[in-house]
Nanobody
């Protein structure tokens, strides 16, 4: 089992920045590919990006490319989501997720473990 806990969400004005953290426990963190997703009210869970086991490779959705950056610190068992130039459309609950194999990374069903989510609200 892997336990994931997100933090860092909150209310920010458009154009602002936030950094989310996702702390992992339970298994060897570096064995897992870590993804970030978000879900707005009434919408499906949306892929944001993913980072490989050592952090050497990342992949982002077009909607956030150039604004969001994922990083990880395996010594701290933590993955981060740095969000810049935030827009009201970025308002959602943000989730981190873990999978062992880097397959089908944009699909929520491909991930074995999920955090409880953290709310991000961007005001206009």
């Amino acid at each position: 089992q892997v336990q994931l806990v997100e933090s860092g969400g909150g209310l920010v004005q458009a154009g602002g920045s936030l950094r989310l953290s996702c702390a992992a426990s339970g298994r060897t963190f570096s064995n897992y590919v870590m993804g970030w997703f978000r879900q707005a009210p009434g919408k499906e869970r949306e892929f944001i990006g993913v980072i490989a086991w050592s952090g050497g490779s990342t992949y982002y959705a077009d909607s956030v490319k150039g604004r969001f950056t994922i990083s990880r610190d395996n010594a701290k068992n933590t993955v981060y989501l740095q969000m810049n130039s935030l827009e009201p459309e970025d308002t959602a609950v943000y989730y981190c997720a873990a999978q062992r194999l880097m397959v089908d990374v944009t699909a929520p069903r491909a991930y074995d473990y999920w955090g409880q989510g953290t709310q991000v609200t961007v005001s206009s």
